[in-house]
């Protein structure tokens, strides 16, 4: 950077500065580098933070999918445990169908024996 580039009079807090300077003295440069150098990664971030929304949003939108996908799922097993529960009421009343006919078929065999 060179002094006939452009300068700006800046206010800031005794807190911030002392910030800024505590930083530039751990960086090794100016506190003016410092601030330069802060809001050229600002800037330069908008970029990275703009792709990460992007990626937020379709990550959202996955999720959204996927929760659909999981409600869907557990409505299924719900009714496939229904059903298997009634398969299994009609497969008790058949096997009482059946006994009831067997009964039936030995009293029937006794009645023709007589």
């Known amino acids: 950077m060179a002094r006939e ?4 009079k800046l206010r800031l807090t005794e807190e911030l500065k002392a910030l800024v ?6 960086n090794g ?9 802060r809001l ?3 800037f330069s971030n908008e970029d990275e933070i703009a792709y990460l929304r992007d990626k937020d949003r379709e990550n959202e939108t996955i999720i959204n999918r996927l929760t659909g996908m999981v409600q ?6 719900k009714k496939e445990r229904e059903d ?3 398969n299994e009421e009609v497969r008790q009343y058949m096997r009482e169908v059946e006994e ?5 078929e030995k009293a029937l065999s ?3 024996q007589t």
């Open 84 to 86: 298997e529960k009634e």
């Open 29 to 37: 440069r100016s506190v003016n580098a410092e601030i330069v150098s």
């Open 110 to 112: 006794r009645v023709s």
């Open 72 to 77: 869907d799922l557990t409505a299924a097993a």
């Open 100 to 104: 009831r006919i067997s009964n039936l």
């Open 21 to 26: 300077t505590n930083a530039a003295k751990a």
């Open 40 to 42: 050229e990664s600002s």
């Open 5 to 8: 580039d452009p300068q700006l």
